[in-house]
């Protein structure tokens, strides 16, 4: 997958997520979680955007962690709304899925970076 259909990829779930939360009844509780729960997954295509324009390797590591750290955020926040009662898992089990994926993915890019950056500096003592 390259980075263009990542792109759209992570903008698909936030789309996703906004129709989502579009059908949750105004619940006061539920307005919490549901703001937390786009916040999140928004965000991880922006952060994802702004790795992508990193101004070193650190830069990209740095923020790819963030967008890691937001798909796995996305994961809790569906979670909390499945488990309080408010949908029930047909409703949500399509974006557990897809922030689950997102997550990997998102780890795989980090840790392949942070060893190619190991790689580098070894061969630059070298």
Same mark, same amino acid.
């Given at each position: 997958?390259?980075? *263009?259909?990542?792109?759209?990829?992570?903008?698909?779930?936030?789309?996703?997520?906004?129709?989502?939360?579009?059908?949750?009844?105004?619940?006061?509780?539920?307005?919490?979680?549901?703001?937390?729960?786009?916040?999140?997954?928004?965000?991880? &295509?922006?952060?994802?955007?702004?790795?992508?324009k990193g101004k070193s390797t650190a830069d990209f590591?740095?923020?790819?962690?963030?967008?890691?750290?937001?798909?796995?955020?996305?994961?809790?926040?569906?979670?909390?709304?499945?488990?309080a009662g408010f949908v029930n898992s047909n409703d949500i089990s399509e974006l557990k899925?897809?922030?689950?994926?997102?997550?990997?993915?998102? *780890?795989?890019? &980090?840790?392949?970076?942070?060893?190619?950056?190991?790689?580098?500096?070894?061969?630059?003592?070298?």
């Amino acid at each position: 997958m390259d980075k *263009t259909e990542l792109k759209r990829r992570t903008q698909r779930f936030a789309i996703d997520v906004i129709k989502f939360v579009d059908t949750l009844p105004p619940k006061r509780s539920l307005n919490v979680l549901s703001h937390q729960l786009l916040r999140c997954s928004s965000s991880i &295509g922006a952060n994802y955007r702004s790795a992508c324009k990193g101004k070193s390797t650190a830069d990209f590591i740095n923020k790819i962690v963030i967008v890691e750290e937001k798909a796995d955020e996305s994961i809790y926040w569906l979670e909390l709304i499945h488990e309080a009662g408010f949908v029930n898992s047909n409703d949500i089990s399509e974006l557990k899925k897809e922030a689950n994926e997102l997550t990997a993915i998102f *780890t795989a890019i &980090g840790k392949t970076a942070k060893a190619n950056q190991r790689i580098n500096k070894s061969e630059i003592k070298k």
